[in-house]
């Protein structure tokens, strides 16, 4: 896969071809610092150029959605894709929308040092999302909204995270450019202001 991806398609959607070649019914891709991916299965590691080239695509394009925050890590563990096939939400609209609330609420409350918002989520996560596992009482009055959207998101994202049995993403909240962005967010929607 080379180029710009619409849209960003389901991760499990990328890695049927691969799972079926490696012949594992698991695999677990990390995104190192450097952009680069590691797989393993178990202790064992794995060799997958193929779905490395198409997650990183797939990476550039997450990263695209979720701006002004960027990507600090992330953890995809595939399973076998489920039978059957639901209806999936617009990736893209979702954690699109997931960060200008997130960037909205923390804004209020501005935030002296830089901060990482996190959502983990597994096929048998019980809900009651923790993204700011942070004790600055700065913090506190936005702390339990901005859980509830990365609940809300996980929830409707349901459905697009078939075929995974694990997500770990990591966002950085950079404060000169988080802030920076809110404020020529609100300039170009001649002063709306998102509500939540």
């Known amino acids: ?5 619409i849209g960003l398609p389901p991760p499990a959607s990328l890695a049927t071809e691969t799972l079926t070649r ?3 019914d698991r695999v677990r891709a990390v ?3 450097d952009g680069s991916w590691a797989f393993n299965y178990s202790i064992v ?3 997958a150029p193929e ?7 797939w ?5 695209q959605a979720v701006a ?11 399973a076998r894709p489920p039978e059957g096939e639901r209806d999936a939400p617009d990736g893209e609209l979702a954690f699109s929308e997931f960060s200008r609330t997130c960037v909205d609420l923390i804004g209020r409350v501005s935030p002296e040092n830089d901060l990482i918002i996190s959502l983990f989520w597994t096929r048998t996560t019980s809900w009651g999302q923790e993204c700011l596992d942070d004790w600055r009482l700065e913090l506190k009055p936005v702390s339990d909204q901005v859980d509830e959207a990365g609940e809300a998101l996980l929830r409707t994202l349901e459905p697009w995270l078939d075929g995974l ?3 770990i993403l990591n966002l950085d909240y950079v404060v000169d450019q988080a802030e920076g962005a809110g404020r020529a967010g609100s300039e170009g929607a001649s002063g709306s202001q998102l509500s939540v």
């Open 31 to 33: 995104r190192d610092k």
């Open 51 to 57: 779905l490395a080239a198409r997650l990183t695509v």
């Open 1 to 5: 896969m080379s180029g710009a991806l």
């Open 165 to 167: 049995e694990g997500l």
């Open 68 to 78: 002004p925050l960027r990507i600090h890590s992330l953890e995809l563990t595939f």
């Open 59 to 63: 990476a550039d394009a997450l990263s």
């Open 45 to 47: 590691k794995l060799e």
């Open 22 to 24: 490696l012949d594992r």
